[in-house]
């Protein structure tokens, strides 16, 4: 069954590559929806996908691209609306 994770990622997250490695591990899951920077230094992430799958790149995202430094993850989960065709860096 189809999910929506909304992350909030926490830590040396910008400046060290994140959404573009976190781009390619989305489409290489066929996770839908988009990544982007906020202000205050955080990354944003919706993906829709299988349950089991949005898991696997959560755990990829709690380790991110090798010069990240992830220090904590606010994540919330709900059923998928269907709005999204891909993924891509916002």
Known sequence: M???LTM???GDVQGVGFRDAAYWKARKLAVAG???NEPGGTVYIEAEGE???LKDFLAWCRKGPINAKVTKIDESWGP???RFSGFRIA
Do not use: L, S
């Open 8 to 10: 909030t990622i926490y």
């Open 34 to 36: 988009f990544v982007m």
């Open 2 to 4: 189809a999910k929506n």
């Open 80 to 82: 998928a609306h269907g």
């Open 51 to 53: 349950e089991d799958t």
